[in-house]
């Protein structure tokens, strides 16, 4: 279940970089949205996040009863282990406002989406910083567990990518929300 969960988490991450450079260019204006595709790259996204999260459940149930079991549970030791879950959850409880507020209506052929303010934006900057926390915690058992032999060589290169993606998600809704308010 691990080595699924293992490639489950590179294809969710594989789809999330391109949702989060296209939809950047989109709120930023740079590229006409609401494309088909998109929206399907999006939606198939949000399905394997979803069995993603079924599986970490199970794993961090697993984890509960065997601590039980054991009498023990290490909480300094664990702040990693339940930092990546806390992370996970955030980001389960900032993708549901992301959907909510990315909703947009179709009038007459142009995409169109509801008000986006200050709250809006924080919500989705603090979507940002939560996928940033998890990824970043899980990268490296995540190379480990798809079996990459010399993942300290190619690590810093994916955290740098994925920090630049994160940071023009990040400039994508700031863009989008001085466009809306001024």
């Not at 069995?51 to 023990?72: F, M, Y």
């Not at 994160?166 to 863009?175: A, D, P, Q, T």
Request: with cysteine.
């Amino acid at each position: 279940m691990r080595k699924f969960n293992a490639i489950l988490s590179m294809s969710i991450l594989a789809l999330f970089l391109i949702h989060a450079i296209a939809g950047s260019f989109q709120l930023a204006g740079w590229m006409a949205g609401g494309s088909g595709i998109m929206q399907a790259v999006a939606w198939i996204m949000l399905i394997l996040i979803l069995i993603h999260v079924g599986i970490g459940c199970k794993l961090t149930v697993d984890t509960l009863r065997i601590q039980k079991k054991a009498g023990v549970s290490y909480p300094k030791e664990n702040k990693l282990f339940w930092l990546r879950r806390i992370s996970g959850f955030a980001i389960m409880i900032f993708i549901l406002f992301h959907v909510l507020l990315f909703l947009g209506k179709n009038q007459d052929g142009v995409y169109r989406l509801s008000y986006f303010g200050t709250l809006q934006l924080l919500s989705q900057i603090l979507l940002v910083i939560s996928i940033a926390v998890h990824v970043l915690t899980n990268i490296r058992p995540l190379m480990i567990a798809v079996g990459t032999k010399s993942y300290a060589k190619i690590m810093i290169d994916i955290l740098f990518i994925l920090s630049v993606i994160l940071i023009l998600s990040g400039i994508g809704f700031v863009i989008y929300y001085l466009r809306w308010n001024f």
